[in-house]
């Protein structure tokens, strides 16, 4: 029986993640969560003093990287990295990572070897258009940049970070920007993905609309 895929796209902060997570475990399939691979070689640039606007650099780093995903855990170099791809030092960096071709290249083919072995869920920003143009199903999610960063805020807090709003705020405008600007694989909706706006809907509202498309 063939893999099942689904791609499930969009901005930062649209709900991308928690909404796959839970379907994944509804579907019991594999969930991939793309953007975190990025942050996981964000992740070890920082760690080596790598100089991320040095693209060669981060290139060479990248191809002696080992990226994986096992039980819902990502794993660097055979590391479990959950909590530290998720510090404001690797969010405010790993927009420039994202972007360099090379580096997409890399992740993509990790990300179909993934795709080919199992039933996967996978999020990002261009799963539908670029990875898996041939995926199953295809959603974009969508948001207004104050919820998105509402949402993003909330959960720093949560984890003790100490920031402002507005910079949240402004931190999203500004990845948006560098997310569907990029040369290579921007971050675009799908000519066949069904489009899901999250802005003042529950997770439960959303889960339920994609569910109901999948079934």
């Known amino acids: ?15 991308k993640s928690t909404i796959a997570k839970i379907i994944a475990k509804e579907l019991n399939i594999n969930y991939i969560d793309t953007g975190a691979m990025y942050r996981a070689v964000t992740l070890k640039c920082l760690q080596n003093n790598t100089d991320i606007k040095n693209e060669a650099e981060v290139i060479e ?45 890399l992740m ?31 959603f974009f999610l969508i948001a207004t940049p104050e919820e998105r960063g509402s949402r993003r805020y909330k959960e720093l807090i949560e984890k003790g970070v100490e920031v402002k709003l507005q910079d949240v705020i402004d931190d999203i405008i500004k ?9 290579f ?11 899901v706006d999250t802005t003042g809907k529950s997770i439960k509202d959303v889960v339920d609309l994609v569910l109901q498309k999948i079934k």
Not at 1 to 15: E, F, Q, R, S, T
Not at 175 to 183: A, K, T, V
Request: aromatic share 6%.
């Open 185 to 195: 694989a921007p971050l675009v909706k799908a000519e066949d993905a069904i489009e």
């Open 108 to 138: 993509v083919n990790v990300q179909r070897i993934i795709g080919e072995r199992s039933s996967v869920i996978l999020d990002g920003r261009d799963i539908g258009s670029y990875v898996f143009p041939n995926a199953d199903y295809k």
């Open 1 to 15: 029986m063939k893999n099942l895929v689904i791609a499930i796209d969009g901005p930062a902060g649209a709900g």
């Open 61 to 105: 780093l990248a191809k002696k990287t080992e990226i994986d995903f096992k039980d819902n855990n990502i794993y660097l170099d055979g590391k479990i990295v959950n909590d530290e791809i998720r510090t404001i030092e690797v969010t405010n960096n790993v927009s420039n990572v994202a972007k360099i071709k090379e580096v997409r290249y």
């Open 175 to 183: 990845r948006d920007e560098i997310d569907s600007n990029r040369e």
